[in-house]
């Protein structure tokens, strides 16, 4: 799988993981290294239902340190000086430390937004309405359900509205096209890419929105049984729950991406449709830069790229 960056594509592989961007000058710029697995030191972190949150938070590391790299590309035109604190931590820390800070920030921020936008607003925004207008528990637990789900398709539709996450979104759909036309064993060309769709069932849309359905499911299962004394335990045992859910959907995710049957169907439909704001058709210029990343990531092992 991959992640559609600044001009660019992040792919993964079993062995390698590729960013490929096109620079200013319209180059191909590749950048391929082996890929290292937390699960190959610490073996428990492979095992089903807990190796899904460890693998969501190390697919944003490297996610945000390969946008970071796209990024680099295209400087913002800045002229004004550095700030006190940027002369500090350049003059204090050396490059490579530097930026495992910055990753290391920008995840924790990343992190922090979602939960909060997705799981923490919701919460809030029900209790305060609570106050106004008695709820029963099941009341309260549908509300909070359709606020979260509200809140998940109003952000992904205005994103998508931005015109430059709008040109990211068109690489989402040329790594989508490249994988596609990978796993039905056509060779990797523009033409037979072109063809290809451009909605995954294993797209991280997909995986996100399963993450909020069963935030919900879950949610109302343990508020049926137990009534929080206020909203701060509520919040505090949603966080807790996050990684469970996390896991679980991470199983499902693989389930699917391995299986097409009526069953898989039905649960990627809803995922598939949100991609309609999160992908868009790309130009032969950014299904080369996917043909490209994909073909830095395929293994030489054959079969070692089955699911």
């Known amino acids: 799988g991959g992640q559609a960056l600044i001009e660019g594509i992040y792919m993964r592989g079993p062995d390698k993981q590729s960013i ?18 937390t699960k190959e030191h610490y073996p428990i972190l492979g095992i089903p ?7 969501f938070i190390g697919t944003m590391v490297e996610g945000v340190k390969a946008l970071m790299y796209s990024a680099d590309f295209y ?20 490059s490579k430390k530097l930026d495992n800070l910055v990753v290391g920030f920008a995840t924790v921020v990343a992190v922090a937004f979602s939960v909060g936008l997705f799981f923490l607003l919701p919460t809030v925004i029900t209790s305060l309405l609570k106050l106004l207008i008695p709820m029963s528990v099941l009341g309260q637990n549908l509300v ?12 992904l539709i205005l994103v998508s509205r931005m015109k430059d996450i709008r ?10 096209k490249t994988i596609f036309c990978y796993e039905r064993g056509l060779e990797l060309t523009v033409e037979n890419v072109r063809k290809m769709p451009r909605h995954h069932p294993r797209c991280g849309t997909s995986f996100l929105f399963v993450v909020i359905i069963l935030a919900i499911l879950c949610y109302s299962v343990l508020f049926s049984f137990f009534t929080p004394p206020n909203v701060l335990v509520r919040i505090l045992l ?17 389930y699917v991406g391995r299986h097409d049957n009526l069953v898989t169907r039905i649960v990627t439909a809803p995922g598939l449709w949100l991609q309609n704001f999160t992908t868009f058709e790309p130009d032969d210029s950014m299904i080369e830069v996917g043909i490209e990343s994909l073909k830095q990531v395929i293994p030489e092992e054959k079969g070692k790229d089955k699911w």
């Open 20 to 37: 490929v961007v096109r620079d200013q000058d319209g180059q191909l710029v590749v950048k391929t290294e082996e890929l290292k697995l």
């Open 144 to 155: 909070e359900g359709v606020i979260r789900v509200v809140i998940f398709l109003g952000y």
């Open 167 to 176: 040109r990211v979104f068109s690489y989402h759909g040329a790594e989508h």
């Open 75 to 94: 400087p913002e035109e800045d002229m004004s000086e550095p700030s006190k604190l940027d002369q500090w931590l350049e003059k204090h820390l050396d």
């Open 238 to 254: 949603q966080l807790v729950l996050i990684p469970v859910v996390v896991g679980i959907a991470y199983e499902i995710n693989r």
């Open 49 to 55: 239902f807990i190796r899904g949150a460890f693998a």
